[in-house]
C-alpha cells in the first residue's frame, strides 16, 4: 500500500493529479507542496518553494513520504527529482538530464534525430542572421520556439516574418537561443506516455487548445481547453507487411516514444514519469510537433477525470522501474471536456486579486468538477485570482457533446471581473470538420516513412522476405532483421534493400525509376570492394540474400551509426557554393578568392553536416560542433571522446575521397563531392556503411564537359537525380515547391533519362555493362 503520496506544484495539472490520487484506494494521504487555494481544500498543503530540490526532498523524508510526484517542467529542470532520489524516496518525474527533452527543443531534436523519429525540420539558431535566413528557408506560416522553458507560451506561429523575427530576437536579448522549423499541416494531439525507463504504457489521446481566441486566434496560451478521446483519430491506421494494422496510439508508441525512450537510455539518462507527446497528424503521417517532460496542462484534467486504473500505483509502478512490459489501463466509459477560465488581460500581463464567486454552485452540477490553477484566498477569506490561467472546469458525459456542455454549464456558474474563456473547444470535433489521413491533390497517403496510413496503398510496398522481419521503410530503402529462425539469428546484422523509389525535395515521386535499386546497389559494392583493396573496412557482409530481392540488397552488420555525415569536398558547388559566395568559408574552412561553381579546390575539404531525419535538411556543421555533437552521441567505446571520433572520421573520409576521386579521373569522371556514413563496430573500429560513392551519395560530372562549364559559368551536368529536381522546377511540371503540395507524377521521357544516366555513371565508372 502507498500509505502517502507527495504531489509537487501550484496548478491545474497538480490538482487533476490529486484528485486522481484520491480516487485509488491505496492511498492512504496525499499532500502537496505549494499547492494553491483550491489544493488546499482538498488536501494538506506546504509552503516550499518548489524548485528547492534539497527543500522538498527534506519535507518527502519529513512527512514519510512513499512516492513524490513532480507536476511543472520548471522543479524537473531544476533537478528536483535528483534530489529527492537521492535521499531514497521513489520520485515519479525525469532526472534533469532527462528533463532536458523539454527543457531544450534542441536537444530534443538531437535525440530525435539519433532516435530516428518523425519531426519537424528545424534549425537552431543563436543570433538574428541566423534566424532570418531559417525564417526565409522555411517560409510561411514561421514557426519560432524559444529553446528553453516557456510554460508552453514561448512559441510564435505567424504569417509575419516581422512578428517572427521579433520574437526571436527577444529571446536572443534574452541570453537565449530558438528553434525554427517548418511549420507541420494537420490536426495536433496530445498522448500522454508513462515510462519506468525501460517499458511504457500510453493514456488516452486529447487535443488542447493553445490560442487565446475562439478560432484559434490572438496568441499562444498554456491551454485553453482539452477534450478527449479523439473519435476523429478512430480510423486513422497503418499497416506494415507484417499484416498488422496499427491505431494511432500504437503508431505513435511504435515510432515516437520507444524509440526516444530506448535512445535516452542508451544515453545513460533513462526517462522516468511522462513523456508528453506533442503531435501532429500531418498529410506525410504523424510527426512530432515537441516533447514535453511532464503531464500537459489542461489535457491533464480531462484525461485523469476517466482514468479508472489506479493512479498512485501505476505512478509508483513508474518510480521504483515495475511498470512490465504489457501493462494496460482501463477507462471510464464516455467522454471528458474542459475550459479553461483566464484572468484579465492573459497571457501578457493577467490581473491579480479578483474574487471568483460561484465555484461551489459550478462544482455541484452533475458530472462536473472545478479544479483550481490560478487561484489564492485574500486577508478576508475569499477566493481570488493569483495567476493566468485560474481554473479548469471539467465536464463529463456519454457523449463528447455533454462532455462540452456540462464543462461549458459550469462555466456559466462562475464570474469575476474581467475573466475570460473560449467558447469552442471541441466544436470541430463534434461538427465533424477534423479530417486526417489524406495527401492534398492525391487519393492516397504515405508516411514520411513509406508506411501505408488510413489503408491506402504506397507505390512500393516492403516485400515479405523469408527470414526477415521489416523493421524500417526508408524513403529509398527497405531494412529487415533476421528472423528467429534465420541462420543469421544469433548475429548482429541487417538486410539492407534498395528501392527503386526516387525522392526529391523531401518528397518521394511517382513513378520510380526502374532498376535504381540494382543499378546504385551493385556500384556501392563495386566501391566497397575496390576500396577494400585499399584497407578500407565496410559493413558489408554477405550478397546472399533472398531471391525476390536479388541484386539490389546486402547483409550488413549493425553498428553503433556516428549522428553526422562525413562530407568531403573536392570542387566548390551546391550549399558549399553558396556558404562561399557569402563568407569566403566553408564550414569555417576559408578557401581562395575568386573561385566559382564548379572550380577545382587547392586540396579536398572535410566539411561535416547534421544527419537529418527523413523529409528534412541536412545542416552543414563546423568541425568543433561535430566534435561536440560525436561527444554527446558516442557511447560505445568509454575511451572514444568526441574530439577523437571526429579526428578519425575526417582523416578516414578524405582518404576514401582521395583514392576514389583517383580511381572515377582514370574513368573520366568527376567526384565533385560525397557524402560517407561511419558507424563503430563493438571492437571501436571505423567502419564505412550505407550506400557509398553512388549518384545518390555523390556528385559525379563527365570529365570531358567540366572545364568548358567551369568558364562559360554553367553548372554542370551531373550522374544524378538533375534530370527529375529540372523539370519539377520547370514551368512545365506546375509544381510549386513552396505549395506543400505533393509534386506530379514524373513524365516517362524524365523517369527513362533519369534511368540512363545512372547506367552511364556505372559504365564510365566500372568500364562493364550490368546485366539487367
Not at 237 to 244: I, L, Q, R
Given at each position: 500500500m502507498i500509505v502517502k503520496?507527495?504531489?509537487?506544484?501550484?496548478?491545474g495539472r497538480e490538482h487533476a493529479i490529486i484528485r486522481a490520487l484520491q480516487r485509488d484506494p491505496s492511498v492512504e494521504t496525499v499532500e502537496a507542496a505549494p499547492g494553491n487555494a483550491g489544493i488546499a481544500r482538498d488536501v494538506?498543503?506546504?509552503?516550499?518553494?518548489?524548485q528547492d530540490g534539497q527543500a522538498v526532498a527534506a519535507l518527502a523524508a519529513e512527512r514519510s513520504a512513499d512516492l513524490v510526484v513532480i507536476g511543472p517542467e520548471a522543479p524537473l529542470a531544476a533537478g528536483v527529482a535528483d534530489a529527492v532520489r537521492a535521499a531514497g524516496i521513489p520520485v515519479f518525474g525525469p532526472s534533469k538530464e532527462a528533463a532536458a527533452l523539454e527543457a531544450s527543443k534542441a536537444f530534443a531534436k538531437e535525440v530525435m534525430a539519433a532516435a530516428g523519429v518523425p519531426t519537424a525540420e528545424a534549425v537552431h539558431a543563436a543570433e538574428i542572421d541566423q534566424a532570418a535566413q531559417a525564417l526565409d528557408r522555411f517560409g510561411a506560416p514561421y514557426v519560432v520556439k524559444d529553446d528553453g522553458l516557456a510554460a508552453g507560451k514561448g512559441v510564435v506561429v505567424t504569417e509575419d516574418r516581422a512578428a517572427a523575427l521579433a520574437h526571436a530576437e527577444a529571446c536572443f536579448?534574452?541570453?537565449?537561443?530558438?528553434?525554427?522549423?517548418?511549420?507541420?499541416?494537420?490536426?495536433?494531439?496530445?498522448?500522454?506516455?508513462?515510462?519506468?525507463?525501460?517499458?511504457?504504457?500510453?493514456?488516452?489521446?486529447?487535443?488542447?487548445?493553445?490560442?487565446?481566441?475562439?478560432?484559434?486566434?490572438?496568441?499562444?496560451?498554456?491551454?485553453?481547453?482539452a477534450y478527449t478521446?479523439?473519435?476523429?483519430?478512430?480510423?486513422?491506421?497503418?499497416?506494415?507487411?507484417?499484416?498488422?494494422?496499427?491505431?494511432?496510439?500504437?503508431?505513435?508508441m511504435d515510432r515516437v516514444a520507444a524509440p526516444t525512450v530506448a535512445e535516452m537510455a542508451r544515453r545513460g539518462t533513462p526517462f522516468v514519469g511522462v513523456l508528453y507527446c506533442g503531435l501532429a497528424v500531418t498529410s506525410r503521417g504523424v510527426r512530432v510537433v515537441e516533447f514535453n517532460a511532464r503531464f500537459g496542462d489542461p489535457e491533464t484534467q480531462a484525461v485523469l477525470e476517466r482514468l479508472q486504473t489506479p493512479l498512485g500505483q501505476l505512478l509508483l509502478d513508474c518510480a521504483t522501474g515495475s511498470l512490465g512490459a504489457d501493462r494496460q489501463l482501463t477507462w471510464r466509459d464516455g467522454y471528458a471536456a474542459d475550459v479553461v477560465m483566464a484572468a484579465q488581460n492573459y497571457p501578457e500581463s493577467p490581473r491579480k486579486g479578483d474574487v471568483i464567486t460561484g465555484v461551489e454552485d459550478a462544482a455541484a452540477l452533475e458530472n462536473v468538477a472545478v479544479l483550481h490553477a490560478g487561484t489564492a484566498t485574500d486577508d478576508d477569506g475569499s477566493l481570488v485570482t493569483a495567476g493566468g490561467r485560474v481554473l479548469a472546469v471539467v465536464g463529463t458525459g456519454s457523449t463528447l457533446a455533454e462532455a462540452v456542455d456540462r464543462a461549458y454549464a459550469g462555466v456559466k456558474r462562475i464570474s469575476w471581473p474581467g475573466a475570460q474563456h473560449r467558447t469552442d473547444i471541441a466544436s470541430k470535433a463534434l461538427a465533424g470538420e477534423i479530417q486526417v489521413g489524406y495527401r492534398a491533390g492525391g487519393s492516397t497517403s504515405e508516411s514520411g516513412d513509406g508506411v501505408v496510413v488510413s489503408g491506402s496503398a504506397p507505390a512500393e510496398t516492403a516485400p515479405e522476405l523469408p527470414g526477415w522481419i521489416h523493421v524500417n521503410s526508408g524513403k529509398v530503402r527497405e531494412l529487415y532483421r533476421p528472423a528467429p529462425d534465420s541462420p543469421w539469428a544469433d548475429q548482429s546484422v541487417l538486410l539492407m534493400v534498395a528501392t527503386d523509389r526516387i525522392s526529391a525535395y523531401d518528397h518521394v515521386l511517382e513513378p520510380g525509376i526502374p532498376d535504381k535499386g540494382i543499378i546504385l546497389n551493385q556500384l556501392s559494392l563495386w566501391w566497397f570492394n575496390k576500396l577494400a583493396e585499399a584497407g578500407i573496412p565496410n559493413h558489408v557482409v554477405s550478397t546472399e540474400v533472398p531471391e525476390q530481392v536479388a541484386g539490389r540488397a546486402i547483409i550488413v552488420q549493425e553498428l553503433d551509426m556516428v549522428p553526422a555525415e562525413a562530407i568531403v569536398r573536392g570542387y566548390l558547388t551546391g550549399s558549399g557554393l553558396a556558404e562561399y559566395r557569402e563568407t569566403g568559408t566553408v564550414t569555417g574552412i576559408e578557401l581562395p578568392a575568386g573561385l566559382t561553381d564548379g572550380s577545382r579546390l587547392p586540396s579536398p575539404i572535410f566539411t561535416p553536416s547534421t544527419k537529418a531525419e527523413q523529409g528534412d535538411h541536412d545542416e552543414n556543421i563546423s568541425f568543433a560542433q561535430l566534435q561536440e555533437r560525436l561527444g554527446a552521441a558516442c557511447t560505445l567505446q568509454a575511451s572514444t571522446d568526441g574530439a577523437d571520433l571526429a579526428r578519425r572520421v575526417r582523416e578516414l573520409a578524405l582518404n576514401i575521397y582521395t583514392l576514389a576521386e583517383e580511381t572515377a579521373r582514370e574513368a573520366g569522371v568527376i567526384l565533385a563531392d560525397t557524402k560517407f556514413e561511419f558507424g563503430l563496430d563493438a571492437d571501436g573500429i571505423l567502419v564505412l556503411a550505407d550506400e557509398v560513392l553512388t549518384p545518390d551519395s555523390s556528385r559525379f560530372w563527365p570529365a570531358e564537359e567540366w572545364e568548358r562549364h567551369v568558364a562559360q559559368g554553367k553548372p554542370q551536368p551531373s550522374f544524378d537525380k538533375q534530370y527529375v529536381r529540372n523539370w519539377l522546377t520547370s514551368e512545365a511540371s506546375g509544381w510549386d515547391r513552396a505549395s506543400g503540395q505533393v509534386p506530379p507524377a514524373l513524365p516517362s521521357e524524365v523517369v527513362a533519362a533519369t534511368r540512363e544516366r545512372y547506367l552511364d555513371a556505372y559504365r564510365r565508372l566500372t568500364g562493364s555493362d550490368l546485366q539487367l
Open positions: 503520496v507527495l504531489v509537487v506544484g501550484p496548478g494538506l498543503c506546504h509552503a516550499v518553494d518548489a536579448q534574452a541570453g537565449g537561443s530558438v528553434v525554427i522549423e517548418e511549420f507541420l499541416d494537420g490536426p495536433e494531439v496530445s498522448l500522454f506516455v508513462l515510462s519506468d525507463g525501460e517499458h511504457l504504457v500510453p493514456l488516452s489521446p486529447a487535443q488542447d487548445f493553445k490560442r487565446i481566441f475562439d478560432n484559434d486566434e490572438g496568441p499562444n496560451t498554456g491551454g485553453m481547453g478521446p479523439l473519435d476523429w483519430l478512430e480510423g486513422y491506421t497503418e499497416t506494415h507487411d507484417d499484416g498488422v494494422t496499427r491505431d494511432f496510439t500504437q503508431i505513435v
